[in-house]
Structures are given as structure tokens and as C-alpha cells.
């Protein structure tokens, strides 16, 4: 059976190759950081990881790390109701709460399983979900776990939020679901404006905040925390293994009794091994950092302002607002391929972003800022686009 098979798999990555939309994974060859060595041997400048804060090999965090594998081990072997639960996870899921001004938080091994393991948990076939249709893989295969009915919105667009709750009027709950950021475009989901409708049509409101929670913000808690909703928000997910650390985990926090009702039924929750004790202790320490000051979220405000700026005045077309994230769009994905082929060969490290991944039409370069980036680094990269875009028009 399998040789059938194998023809049509072949046949099917001869396709992705051909259209210049294969993935090729690079080899990393030093700790995640600003200045990496690669599989060449060439050390090159990271543009591309979601290290917002740098902390991902921040000596603090690393240390905190290396004190938990001596204390508390390196797994737990068990899943959390069983006997998988130390001091540190329930001290974590306090911080986070605390952080985020939510009643009460509960981890998962990634924020894919937070999502995965929580709609068909609280929503049955009586209920409705109206999601973004922009969010998150996540959320999109979260949904389609639930029974609930599913209604999509165009991105942030909250005429169309509106007429999807008016027809899921007869539903018995409705639960709002957006990211906070878009990962693709960084664009800002208005929460405020969300909120108001949810309250106007009686729905709860569910945000993934992983590409926001560490620094967006002014006490760098999020997006319900830039526009003055904590309260009026639901639920918020999110990612440890991206601002906050960068290592590995997920988390709902949420009103205390959502989040009580996921430890007795979430699957994802309940099937899976803890979180590990040094990602546990490493995330206790990133939380504890960014709560002392502001100055690697100022950092990267300033990084991300700089490069936008002057990616603009070269010419380069790179999606309004103010986001780390900063796509500059280039349309074909052949050609995006080229591109960051190119500055890799500049000593850029950045990666080519298309369908499926974005839509047809849309391929990119996604740039993302860092506050461990030095301003060298970034003027560094601007003169990188640009000699790599007039190498490639010769």
C-alpha cells in the first residue's frame, strides 16, 4: 500500500518545490539570540525569532533553569491531576495571573494545546463561537474540536462582528475569540471596540495573546492591557515559549470558575505530561525581570520604531503600525525565497513567509525586532534589504 502512497507524497513536495513554497528548516548551531551561528559555520543576525525581550538566553533566566533541573528534576512523568504538580506550577500559575489581572490560571505544554482544550470544553452544540478570520491555527482547529456553531468575521472589521452576533442571537452563550496580535501582519486586534459589543449582545470575549503578553502594553501585560479591558476580557490565552522566556508552554487564565472546569475536562490538560520543572522556573524568572522595568520593552519599542522608519524611507513596502512584527511585503513567494536567501548570504537571517502560510499574492519577508538587537544591528539589517534588493534587479 505504502509504495502507492509514497508516488503520491513525492508527487505532492514536487509541487510545494515547484511553486517555491518548500520549507526548508535551517540549522542552528549556537543558543537562540541576536547573533547566531548557522549549520555554514557563519555566524548571522536573527531577525526572525519571536525573542522580544531577548530572554531567551537571558543569564538569569538560564540560571533559573539550571537551579530547577537540581532541584525539582528534569520531568515529572505524569500528567498534572496525578502526581504532576509542584510548588513551582502552581506558583507560575499565580504569577501569570497576577500579571495579567486575571482570577486564575492554568498551564498547558503549549499555548496550541490551551486552545485546543478549551472551547469543546465549555461550548456544546447550543452555543456559538464567532472567531476572526484571521486567528490563529490554534484557535481555527480549538473550534472545530467544539460542536458549538461556528461563525467567522473579517479581520477586526466590527460591522461584520456585529451582524455574526445578531444571527447567532438564539444561541444560549456566545464566546468572541480574536488574537490579540495577528502573527502574519501585526496588526492589533481593537478590544476595546470588541468589548463593547460583546456587552451589547451578552457574548464573552477569548484572546490568544502570545504575540503580545511580555511587552505590549504599558505594564507590558498585553493587549487587554493596552486598551484598559482586563476586566472586560473572558479569557485570555497565551505562549511562555515566546516573550516570556521562549522556551516551551501555553496557559489559559481566565474567570476562576472557566479555569476550574479546564482542569477537570480540558483533554489537552489532562492527557499531557506537566510542564517541565526548568521551564517552569525559567518562566518564573522572565515574569519576575519584566515586572522589575521597563527598559527591555522600551528597548524594543525604540528597535522596532528605527527599523520601520527607515525600511519606509528606502522604498521598502512594510505594513503600517507599531508592532516587532514587520512585514515587508513583497508579493511572490518565489521571489520573497530569493530574497531572504540573499540576505542570509548578507549575514541576515530572516525567512520568506507564503501561502499557505499567507495568503496567494501576499509572500513576505517577517521581519521581527528584538530587544536584545543592538541600533548597529538594525541599521545592519536595513543596509542588508537594501543591497540584497538592488543585487537581485541587476
Given at each position: 500500500?505504502?509504495?502507492?502512497?509514497?508516488?503520491?507524497?513525492?508527487?505532492?513536495?514536487?509541487?510545494?518545490?515547484?511553486?517555491?513554497?518548500?520549507?526548508?528548516?535551517?540549522?542552528?548551531?549556537?543558543?537562540?539570540?541576536?547573533?547566531?551561528?548557522?549549520?555554514?559555520?557563519?555566524?548571522?543576525?536573527?531577525?526572525?525569532?519571536?525573542?522580544?525581550?531577548?530572554?531567551?538566553?537571558?543569564?538569569?533566566?538560564?540560571?533559573?533553569?539550571?537551579?530547577?533541573?537540581?532541584?525539582?528534576?528534569?520531568?515529572?512523568?505524569?500528567?498534572?491531576?496525578?502526581?504532576?504538580?509542584?510548588?513551582?506550577?502552581?506558583?507560575?500559575?499565580?504569577?501569570?495571573?497576577?500579571?495579567?489581572?486575571?482570577?486564575?490560571?492554568?498551564?498547558?505544554?503549549?499555548?496550541?494545546?490551551?486552545?485546543?482544550?478549551?472551547?469543546?470544553?465549555?461550548?456544546?452544540?447550543?452555543?456559538?463561537?464567532?472567531?476572526?478570520?484571521?486567528?490563529?491555527?490554534?484557535?481555527?482547529?480549538?473550534?472545530r474540536l467544539s460542536k458549538?456553531?461556528?461563525?467567522?468575521?473579517?479581520?477586526?472589521?466590527?460591522?461584520?462582528?456585529?451582524?455574526?452576533?445578531?444571527?447567532?442571537?438564539?444561541?444560549?452563550?456566545?464566546?468572541?475569540?480574536?488574537?490579540?496580535?495577528?502573527?502574519?501582519?501585526?496588526?492589533?486586534?481593537?478590544?476595546?471596540?470588541?468589548?463593547?459589543?460583546?456587552?451589547?449582545?451578552?457574548?464573552?470575549?477569548?484572546?490568544?495573546?502570545?504575540?503580545?503578553?511580555?511587552?505590549?502594553?504599558?505594564?507590558?501585560?498585553?493587549?487587554?492591557?493596552?486598551?484598559?479591558?482586563?476586566?472586560?476580557?473572558?479569557?485570555?490565552?497565551?505562549?511562555?515559549?515566546?516573550?516570556?522566556?521562549?522556551?516551551?508552554?501555553?496557559?489559559?487564565?481566565?474567570?476562576?470558575?472557566?479555569?476550574?472546569?479546564l482542569r477537570q475536562r480540558?483533554?489537552?490538560?489532562?492527557?499531557?505530561?506537566?510542564?517541565?520543572?526548568?521551564?517552569?522556573?525559567?518562566?518564573?524568572?522572565?515574569?519576575?525581570?519584566?515586572?522589575?522595568?521597563?527598559?527591555?520593552?522600551?528597548?524594543?519599542?525604540?528597535?522596532?520604531?528605527?527599523?520601520?522608519?527607515?525600511?519606509?524611507?528606502?522604498?521598502?513596502?512594510?505594513?503600517?503600525?507599531?508592532?516587532?512584527?514587520?512585514?515587508?511585503?513583497?508579493?511572490?513567494?518565489?521571489?520573497?525565497?530569493?530574497?531572504?536567501?540573499?540576505?542570509?548570504?548578507?549575514?541576515?537571517?530572516?525567512?520568506?513567509?507564503?501561502?499557505?502560510?499567507?495568503?496567494?499574492?501576499?509572500?513576505?519577508?517577517?521581519?521581527?525586532?528584538?530587544?536584545?538587537?543592538?541600533?548597529?544591528?538594525?541599521?545592519?539589517?536595513?543596509?542588508?534589504?537594501?543591497?540584497?534588493?538592488?543585487?537581485?534587479?541587476?
Open positions: 500500500m505504502f509504495g502507492r502512497m509514497r508516488d503520491d507524497l513525492k508527487a505532492t513536495i514536487g509541487e510545494i518545490r515547484d511553486a517555491g513554497l518548500y520549507k526548508s528548516e535551517r540549522v542552528i548551531t549556537s543558543p537562540q539570540q541576536s547573533l547566531i551561528s548557522v549549520a555554514s559555520g557563519n555566524e548571522v543576525l536573527n531577525f526572525c525569532a519571536n525573542n522580544y525581550l531577548g530572554l531567551s538566553d537571558h543569564p538569569e533566566v538560564v540560571a533559573a533553569a539550571k537551579e530547577a533541573l537540581d532541584r525539582w528534576g528534569f520531568g515529572l512523568s505524569s500528567v498534572r491531576f496525578i502526581c504532576g504538580t509542584q510548588q513551582i506550577h502552581k506558583d507560575l500559575e499565580g504569577a501569570l495571573s497576577n500579571f495579567l489581572g486575571t482570577e486564575d490560571t492554568i498551564l498547558y505544554s503549549s499555548c496550541f494545546d490551551a486552545n485546543g482544550g478549551l472551547f469543546e470544553t465549555l461550548l456544546g452544540a447550543e452555543d456559538a463561537i464567532i472567531s476572526d478570520e484571521l486567528n490563529h491555527a490554534s484557535i481555527i482547529d480549538g473550534v458549538a456553531r461556528r461563525y467567522r468575521y473579517k479581520n477586526r472589521d466590527m460591522a461584520d462582528l456585529e451582524a455574526q452576533l445578531k444571527d447567532a442571537a438564539d444561541a444560549r452563550y456566545r464566546l468572541i475569540a480574536t488574537d490579540g496580535v495577528f502573527s502574519m501582519d501585526g496588526y492589533v486586534a481593537p478590544l476595546d471596540e470588541i468589548c463593547d459589543l460583546a456587552e451589547r449582545y451578552d457574548a464573552l470575549v477569548m484572546v490568544d495573546d502570545s504575540h503580545a503578553v511580555g511587552f505590549v502594553g504599558p505594564d507590558g501585560a498585553g493587549t487587554p492591557s493596552l486598551f484598559g479591558v482586563k476586566d472586560r476580557v473572558d479569557i485570555v490565552t497565551g505562549t511562555l515559549g515566546k516573550a516570556l522566556g521562549g522556551a516551551s508552554g501555553g496557559y489559559v487564565s481566565a474567570r476562576r470558575e472557566i479555569v476550574e472546569l480540558s483533554r489537552p490538560y489532562l492527557f499531557s505530561n506537566s510542564l517541565a520543572p526548568a521551564v517552569t522556573a525559567a518562566s518564573l524568572k522572565a515574569l519576575e525581570l519584566i515586572g522589575t522595568s521597563s527598559a527591555l520593552r522600551d528597548k524594543l519599542a525604540a528597535n522596532t520604531a528605527l527599523f520601520r522608519t527607515k525600511m519606509t524611507e528606502a522604498g521598502f513596502d512594510v505594513l503600517p503600525g507599531d508592532h516587532p512584527i514587520s512585514p515587508v511585503m513583497i508579493g511572490d513567494a518565489a521571489a520573497a525565497g530569493r530574497l531572504a536567501d540573499k540576505l542570509l548570504d548578507l549575514g541576515i537571517y530572516v525567512i520568506g513567509f507564503s501561502y499557505p502560510v499567507v495568503p496567494q499574492g501576499k509572500a513576505r519577508i517577517r521581519v521581527q525586532l528584538s530587544a536584545a538587537h543592538s541600533t548597529e544591528d538594525v541599521e545592519r539589517a536595513i543596509a542588508a534589504f537594501v543591497e540584497a534588493r538592488n543585487a537581485l534587479a541587476e
